[in-house]
């Protein structure tokens, strides 16, 4: 009767095991704090017609303001070519003919004053905030 007592305690014992009868209590799930993600996307500005005559409003908008992380699109929509080059080298576009536009991303808060070289009249501002 003992043998049998035994062999049965050790079914059940197996039975337990490999059912999942026991477990050992798990640790509650940790939750992380998301990251929020740094602004994405692209914010026009537009050298109008006759950009070289518009001095401070050559670039509309101007300034614009955008987040850390935005990209700015530059397109030429006059007849002639212009460029948009920072004041302190952050960047330049090279020329940029009729059509053809430039980006660049800002990646640090600041004040970004720029022009065209080919026409230092015309001046324009990014804020990054």
Known sequence: ???????????????LVGCGGYSSPSPSPITPTPTP???????PVSIPMNARTLGPSAFNPSPVTIAVGTTVRWTNDDTIAHDSTSNTNVWASGNMNPGA?????????????????????MTGTVVVQ
């Open 37 to 43: 993600a740094p602004a994405t996307g692209s914010t």
């Open 101 to 121: 536009h430039f980006d660049f991303t800002f990646q640090t808060a600041g004040t970004y004053p720029y022009h065209c070289t080919i026409h230092p009249g």
């Open 1 to 15: 009767m003992n043998s049998l007592r035994l062999s049965l305690l050790t079914i059940v014992s197996i039975l």
